[in-house]
C-alpha cells in the first residue's frame, strides 16, 4: 500500500509541475523533455527512409570482419598453445569473437566522440540558435534593430533627408547605427496620405525567415511583419522605386 501511494504522488507531483509550467507559459521545459527521450525517433522517421545502401562496401565489410574474426581466432589460438602447452583446453571462440567485438565497439566509439566534437564545434561556431520560441514576434519581442532602425529611419525622414539616401545615412551614423544598418534592410514606402513609412528587416535570409521584419511610419503604428508578407509588401506600389532589395 505505500508503493502505491508513493507511486500516486510522484504523479500527482508530475502533473502538478507540468501544470505549473504551462501556466506559466513555460511550454518549453516540457518540450525539452520530450525531445531528450523520444526526439531521436522522429530524426530516424525522417532520415532512414532517405538512407541508401552500397551493398558493395557492405560487402566489403562483411569480408573484412570474417577475415579478421578467423585470423584473430588462428592466431590467439597458436599463441595460446605455445605459452601454456601445459592446458589442454584449446583458445575458446568466444573469447575471439569477444575480442573482435571489442575492437569494433571501440572503432565505432571513437567515430562517435569524433562526431560528436565536430558537431559541438559546428553548434558553437554557427549562427542558427539552439533553441527558438513558439510565440509569434511581435515588434516588442524583436531585437532592437528593427525598432530602432525604424525610429531612426522616421527621424531622418522628418528632417528631410529624401528616402532613397536614408539607407546611406543610417550606415554613416554613429558605431550601433552602422552595425545594425549594415545588418538590415530599411526600405522606404508612403502611405495612402503621402506619410513616410519604413520596412526593416534582416539581410540574412535565414535570419529574416526566423525573426521576419518591422514595419513603421506611413500612417500605421509600427507593427511586426511576419517572413512570409515580405515579398507581398515589398511588390507594392506604396515602396519608393529603386530602394527593394
Request: some cysteine.
Given at each position: 500500500?505505500?508503493?502505491?501511494?508513493?507511486a500516486?504522488g510522484?504523479?500527482l507531483g508530475?502533473?502538478?509541475?507540468?501544470?505549473?509550467f504551462?501556466?506559466?507559459?513555460?511550454?518549453?521545459?516540457?518540450?525539452?523533455?520530450?525531445?531528450?527521450?523520444?526526439?531521436?525517433?522522429g530524426f530516424l522517421l525522417?532520415?532512414?527512409?532517405?538512407?541508401t545502401?552500397?551493398?558493395?562496401?557492405?560487402?566489403?565489410t562483411?569480408l573484412?570482419?570474417?577475415v579478421l574474426?578467423?585470423?584473430?581466432?588462428?592466431?590467439?589460438?597458436?599463441?595460446w598453445?605455445q605459452?601454456?602447452?601445459?592446458?589442454a583446453r584449446?583458445?575458446?571462440?568466444?573469447?575471439?569473437v569477444?575480442?573482435?567485438?571489442?575492437?569494433?565497439?571501440?572503432?565505432?566509439?571513437?567515430?562517435?566522440t569524433?562526431g560528436?566534437g565536430?558537431?559541438?564545434?559546428w553548434?558553437?561556431?554557427?549562427?542558427?540558435?539552439?533553441?527558438?520560441?513558439?510565440w509569434?514576434?511581435s515588434?516588442?519581442?524583436l531585437?532592437?534593430?528593427?525598432?530602432?532602425?525604424?525610429?531612426?529611419?522616421?527621424?531622418?525622414?522628418?528632417?528631410?533627408v529624401?528616402?532613397?539616401?536614408?539607407?546611406q545615412?543610417?550606415?554613416?551614423?554613429?558605431?550601433v547605427?552602422?552595425?545594425?544598418?549594415?545588418?538590415?534592410h530599411?526600405?522606404?514606402?508612403?502611405?495612402?496620405?503621402?506619410?513616410?513609412?519604413?520596412?526593416?528587416?534582416?539581410r540574412?535570409?535565414?535570419?529574416r525567415?526566423?525573426v521576419g521584419?518591422a514595419?513603421?511610419?506611413?500612417?500605421?503604428?509600427?507593427?511586426?511583419?511576419?517572413a512570409?508578407?515580405?515579398?507581398r509588401?515589398?511588390?507594392?506600389?506604396?515602396?519608393?522605386?529603386?530602394?527593394?532589395?
Amino acid at each position: 500500500m505505500k508503493k502505491v501511494m508513493k507511486a500516486i504522488g510522484w504523479v500527482l507531483g508530475a502533473l502538478f509541475g507540468m501544470s505549473f509550467f504551462i501556466c506559466m507559459g513555460q511550454e518549453w521545459v516540457l518540450q525539452a523533455a520530450g525531445t531528450l527521450v523520444v526526439g531521436w525517433c522522429g530524426f530516424l522517421l525522417g532520415v532512414v527512409p532517405q538512407v541508401t545502401f552500397r551493398w558493395g562496401a557492405i560487402a566489403e565489410t562483411v569480408l573484412v570482419g570474417a577475415v579478421l574474426g578467423v585470423g584473430t581466432h588462428l592466431f590467439l589460438r597458436r599463441l595460446w598453445r605455445q605459452l601454456r602447452p601445459e592446458d589442454a583446453r584449446p583458445w575458446p571462440v568466444r573469447w575471439s569473437v569477444s575480442l573482435v567485438a571489442f575492437l569494433v565497439l571501440l572503432f565505432c566509439a571513437t567515430m562517435a566522440t569524433v562526431g560528436i566534437g565536430h558537431h559541438v564545434g559546428w553548434l558553437a561556431s554557427g549562427e542558427a540558435p539552439l533553441a527558438e520560441s513558439s510565440w509569434r514576434y511581435s515588434l516588442t519581442h524583436l531585437e532592437w534593430d528593427n525598432e530602432g532602425l525604424c525610429r531612426k529611419a522616421e527621424e531622418l525622414s522628418r528632417s528631410g533627408v529624401p528616402d532613397a539616401r536614408i539607407a546611406q545615412v543610417l550606415l554613416r551614423g554613429d558605431l550601433v547605427t552602422r552595425s545594425e544598418a549594415e545588418r538590415m534592410h530599411v526600405v522606404p514606402w508612403r502611405g495612402a496620405g503621402g506619410e513616410a513609412g519604413f520596412l526593416v528587416f534582416p539581410r540574412d535570409p535565414i535570419k529574416r525567415q526566423r525573426v521576419g521584419g518591422a514595419r513603421c511610419g506611413g500612417g500605421l503604428t509600427r507593427e511586426s511583419v511576419q517572413a512570409a508578407e515580405l515579398p507581398r509588401l515589398l511588390s507594392e506600389g506604396q515602396v519608393a522605386a529603386g530602394t527593394a532589395p
